[in-house]
């Protein structure tokens, strides 16, 4: 079953915007992480929160965690035509026997316009 | 050096028929994972490999799914009697370990359609 949710399904917005996705889990987590995929193919790592911590960045990303309220946010700033893809959610369990497992959310499809 | 790779990259057969999908992962990672994408869905956990432990096939859909790993280096995914609700993505990944902050590194997957 999907754990993760993403909201918007699908967000449109002009090159230099910046993008908001936001992503609610059931569980509790040891972590959660986002992937981007293009073109329905292999899934790119993009950024690990970890349940401790609350707001990370890497480079134009910016990912927020809040565990009270199961929810997790991805900020791209100054959004870029290279951007438009699918993004996921992930979240690893802290049930000793499979937190090794990631569960997906249905993503979001980002397309930025040039 | 190399990711994961995977073949073949699309694979159209015939409903009821039997299919083989590979995957490589990267060198020296011990975990593998296969992951199931219908479309316009997110990924659908099916089967792990770690070292050589007992496989976790908890996500399997059904008996016509199997996989199998030998050591830590190839493995391959069997699905027989294939049924259009077969047709998806299927995605492999592989990481260093599995304690919780490893990275899944993902394969371009294998897209299949049944007809």
């Known amino acids: 079953s999907q754990q993760g949710e993403e909201d918007p399904q699908a967000l449109s917005i002009q090159e230099g915007e910046n993008a908001t996705m936001n992503c609610s889990y059931k569980?509790?987590?040891?972590?959660l992480q986002w992937y981007r995929q293009n073109s329905g193919r292999g899934l790119v790592h993009l950024i690990l929160?970890?349940?401790?911590?609350r707001e990370k960045h890497s480079g134009r990303l910016r990912v927020t965690l809040d565990t009270s309220k199961k929810s997790s946010s991805l900020l791209i700033t100054a959004s870029r035509a290279a951007d438009t893809a699918s993004y996921f959610c992930?979240?690893?369990?802290?049930?000793?026997?499979?937190?090794?497992?990631?569960?997906f959310g249905k993503g979001t499809l980002l397309t930025v316009n040039p | 050096g190399a990711g994961v790779s995977q073949s073949p990259s699309n694979k159209v057969t015939e409903k009821g028929k039997d299919v083989e999908l590979r995957c490589d992962p990267i060198?020296?990672?011990?975990?593998l994972y296969w992951y199931r994408q219908r479309l316009g869905q997110g990924l659908e956990f099916l089967i792990y490999?770690?070292?050589?432990?007992?496989?976790?096939k908890s996500g399997l859909p059904s008996d016509r799914f199997s996989a199998e790993r030998t050591g830590e280096s190839v493995s391959t995914l069997t699905i027989q009697r294939t049924q259009q609700e077969d047709s998806a993505v299927y995605l492999c990944?592989?990481?260093f370990g599995t304690g919780g902050t490893y990275e899944q590194y993902f394969g371009p997957g294998t897209r299949l359609t049944v007809t």
């Open positions: 992930a979240t690893r369990s802290i049930s000793g026997g499979s937190n090794y497992k990631l569960t």
């Open positions: 490999f770690q070292g050589n432990s007992a496989p976790d």
């Open positions: 990944a592989s990481s």
């Open positions: 929160i970890r349940s401790n911590e």
């Open positions: 060198s020296g990672h011990t975990a």
């Open positions: 569980t509790s987590i040891n972590n």
